[in-house]
């Protein structure tokens, strides 16, 4: 009996010690401070800015003056007077088709007139001597004029065998070969004037009432990365496409070099009409499905502490974005940093990050 009861009293000993040494634990514990420490961020200040409005557009690259060039009548190529991709001036002959017939013609229809205009002259001395009828001067006159009308007709047909440059420009790759047979329409080449180009491209029809001949236009095109090229938009369509409610527009370039017709161009349209708004550094802004997030520094307390705000954003431009509602002009936002943060987390602010 004395036995169990030794047993009982070193058991009580040993859960006491135990005890003990957890509740010296538990109060050493909770002397301690578990808050995190500051987390450290870049922070900029959120700026009012004056930002015209712009609108973004694509288009195609075509010149002021550029053809298909074409045959207006069928036969043979017999010569070839220009290589690919030269320049030629303004009535330049470049192709011409078979034209013996024409010119057999019109050696006779010369040979006609000849014979027409003797005997006009003959008879114009006759009549006057009354030597013979006005109905024979009346017909030798109109002899006269159909030689000059047959042959002018002829004329006409051989120019339709020879195909001129219509303006001075430059001449694209040639599809056709001495011998070829072409028939009126056939591709032959083109001809593009590259000293001054024009942009053509489509807009929503919303925005008709803020565009106006005489705006100033940014253009981009991969042809010349890095460069951004000054156009001015020169008109706009009389009425908008039925099936796409697009209105079309057209804007001249102002330097043309480096680029060729064909080529695909990016533009920002200045509507000249400045707005004042919130910009902060594009880097500051979280996006997320549930919505885009800005973290705004407190620092009225002892501690700089965040809170996150849902915010509304609009374009973005060198760096910055705008803020279109969650942030007002002189908040400081946090720029860098933003994923070790939550809502009244403490921060400190890294004076090095820059933006």
């Known amino acids: ?33 578990f808050t995190p420490p500051p987390v450290s961020v870049g922070a900029a200040v959120a700026q009012a800015a004056t930002w015209s409005t712009r609108l973004d557009a694509i288009g195609t690259i075509t010149a ?13 190529i017999i010569a070839i007077n220009v290589k690919s991709g030269s320049q030629v001036s303004a009535g330049k002959l470049l192709i011409t088709l078979n034209d013996r017939v024409e010119q057999a013609s019109k050696e006779r229809q010369i040979a ?20 013979i009828p006005e109905s024979q001067y009346d017909r030798s006159k ?22 001129q440059a219509p303006f001075a420009g430059t001449i694209g790759i040639i599809h056709v070969k001495v011998g070829d047979y072409v028939k009126p329409g056939d591709k032959i080449t083109t001809l593009q004037d590259l000293s001054e180009l024009e942009i053509d491209f489509t807009v929503p029809e919303r925005n008709f009432p803020m565009l106006r001949p005489g705006l100033d236009i940014l253009v981009k095109s991969s042809a010349l990365p890095g460069r951004q090229l000054n156009a001015t ?9 039925s099936s796409t409610r697009n209105l079309l527009l057209r804007a001249s370039l102002a330097d043309a070099d480096g ?18 708004l919130v910009t902060v550094p594009e880097t500051a802004v979280s996006y997320s499905l549930s919505g ?3 973290y705004v520094i407190d620092d009225t307390g002892d501690t700089r502490t965040v809170s996150p705000r849902v915010v509304t954003v609009g374009d973005s431009r060198d760096g910055l974005i705008a803020i279109l ?7 400081i936002v946090v720029s860098a940093g933003q994923n070790k943060l939550f809502r009244g987390a403490t921060v400190t602010v890294d004076e090095s990050v820059k933006f």
């Open 112 to 131: 006609n007139l000849e014979l027409a205009k003797l005997l006009f002259e003959r008879d114009s001395k006759l009549v006057k001597q009354k030597s």
């Open 233 to 241: 938009l020169q008109a706009l369509d009389s009425m908008v496409e």
């Open 259 to 276: 680029l060729l017709p064909g080529m695909f161009a990016e533009l920002s349209i200045d509507l000249d009409n400045p707005i004042t």
């Open 64 to 76: 002021a003056r550029g053809v298909e060039l074409s045959s207006e009548a069928s036969g043979e």
């Open 142 to 163: 109109a002899d006269l004029d159909g030689a000059i009308a047959q042959l002018a007709e002829t004329e006409a047909r051989l120019d339709n065998k020879r195909v």
């Open 325 to 331: 509602d969650g942030v007002e002009a002189g908040e």
């Open 292 to 294: 885009n997030i800005v």
């Open 1 to 33: 009996m004395r036995g169990y009861f030794v047993a009982i009293a070193l058991l009580l000993a040993i859960l006491g010690s135990i005890a003990a040494y957890y509740y010296k634990q538990t109060m050493a514990a909770s002397g301690m401070h």
